[in-house]
């Protein structure tokens, strides 16, 4: 199947926007968790979008030089053990806050899914490599919000979780 052509700067222009998107999306849901260890994994996720976007920008940059843009690999998967650690203690989850990152991971599958596609429909080498890396990485964010979601379940009870104060 051939790739359809769309230039390099749309999709870093469509890339730029959804992780601003991200970054707007994991800071609100941080603001709504009542839960330490969910807040805190929703700023470290949406710290993430925001230096991707930034990333974006520089490569936008390079291709008005007419420069090559360098594509960094796939940062690693440490963001649960790195949070855990500075948690002394997390009170139970709320409804909300559970509620909050069952959405969050459907968000970042979907975000992974828009990333998967567009390294598909690109053209250049550095386009498909950059693609793949926010796929990638958009998939080890999914997965710690999945680790986050599992470990609240398995270490507190869940059968009565009080609701979101207002």
């Known amino acids: 199947m051939a790739k359809k052509m769309v230039s390099p700067r749309d999709t870093l222009e469509q890339a730029m926007v959804l992780e601003k998107q991200g970054k707007d999306y994991f800071a609100q849901a941080s603001g709504h968790a009542d839960n330490e260890l969910a807040k805190r994994m929703f700023q470290a996720v949406a710290g993430r979008h925001e230096r991707h976007a930034d990333r974006m920008d520089l490569l936008t940059r390079a291709l008005d030089r007419h420069a090559s843009p360098e594509i960094e690999p796939a940062a690693g998967r440490l963001f649960f053990e790195e949070i855990m650690r500075r948690i002394e203690q997390s009170t139970g989850p709320t409804a909300r806050t559970m509620a909050e990152l069952r959405d969050a991971i459907v968000y970042a599958t979907k975000l992974r899914d828009v990333y998967a596609h ?18 990638d990485e958009e998939e080890g964010l999914r997965l710690t919000l999945s680790d986050t979601l599992n470990y609240l379940r398995s270490n507190f009870d869940l059968s009565q979780l009080p609701k979101a104060q207002t």
Do not use: I, K
């Open 118 to 135: 567009l390294a598909q429909t690109t053209t250049l080498d550095w386009e498909t490599r950059l693609y793949g890396v926010l796929r």
